[in-house]
């Protein structure tokens, strides 16, 4: 059973930055494709970004394009998302989530993920 465990959120103020973290555990961390998602309240859960089991390929929305970095530490079992020049919109909860191992498929939906953390809160004030 793999275990994801996110940290790093808080309140910021807009074009603040923060890192958020996702520690794994259980399972082999290399081979799993790993997301980042959000909610908002009333919103549906949201892809944020993703990054490549095997080559390593970051992929983002559009809305977050040039602002958020997604990055993997294999040795560290950990994924971060980096977010910077935050906005008020980008306030929600955020989840980290992993595919099964070895998939390479879609990623833009929470249904190609097996395992999610219990989510994270950013607030982002004006």
């Known amino acids: 059973q793999v275990r994801l465990v996110e940290s790093g959120g808080g309140l910021v103020q807009a074009g603040g930055s923060l890192r958020l973290s996702c520690a794994a555990s259980?399972?082999?961390?290399?081979?799993?494709?790993m997301g980042w998602f959000r909610q908002s309240p009333g919103k549906e859960r949201e892809f944020v970004a993703f990054?490549?089991?095997?080559?390593?390929?970051?992929y983002y929305a559009d809305s977050v394009k040039g602002r958020i970095t997604i990055s993997k530490d294999n040795a560290k079992n950990t994924v971060y998302l980096a977010m910077n020049s935050l906005k008020p919109e980008d306030t929600a909860v955020y989840y980290c989530?992993?595919?099964?191992?070895?998939?390479?498929?879609?990623?833009?939906?929470?249904?190609?993920?097996?395992?999610w953390g219990q989510g994270t809160q950013v607030t982002v004030s004006s």
């Open positions: 989530a992993a595919q099964r191992p070895y998939y390479s498929g879609s990623y833009h939906h929470q249904y190609t993920y097996t395992y």
């Open positions: 259980g399972g082999t961390f290399s081979t799993y494709g």
């Open positions: 990054i490549n089991w095997s080559s390593g390929t970051t």
